[in-house]
Nanobody
Framework: EVQLVESGGGLVQPGGSLRLSCAAS????????MSWVRQAPGKGLEWVTT????????YYAESIQGRFTISRDNAKNTLYLQMNSLKPEDTAVYYC??????????????WGKGTLVTVSS
């Protein structure tokens, strides 16, 4: 059974940093691209970033480019999202998602339950 479990969310002040983690199990982690997707209160899903199976390729939404960094540790079956210079508009539930492809920003077939990030003073 595929499982994706996010952690690391919380309350942070504007300008602060957080690091999200996603522990993956039930599939061959290093065979697939992985993504982070977020949903702000009252809004739809927004793709944030994707990393290829090897970690060699990364893709970012314009809204977070230069502030967020996606990475993965295939030995630990874990996906990360380092978030710096956080803004109130980054407030959202952040979901980890598995792709059906090795290197693509589309084709997500499994999702975690999410972790809430709140950016507020």
């Amino acid at each position: 059974e595929v499982q994706l479990v996010e952690s690391g969310g919380g309350l942070v002040q504007p300008g602060g940093s957080l690091r999200l983690s996603c522990a993956a199990s039930g599939f061959i982690f290093d065979n697939y691209a992985m993504s982070w997707v977020r949903q702000a209160p009252g809004k739809g899903l927004e793709w944030v970033t994707t990393i290829s199976w090897s970690g060699m390729s990364t893709y970012y939404a314009e809204s977070i480019q230069g502030r967020f960094t996606i990475s993965r540790d295939n030995a630990k079956n874990t996906l990360y999202l380092q978030m710096n210079s956080l803004k109130p508009e980054d407030t959202a539930v952040y979901y980890c998602a598995k792709s059906i492809y090795t290197d693509s920003v589309v084709g997500m077939d499994y999702w975690g339950k999410g972790t809430l990030v709140t950016v507020s003073s």
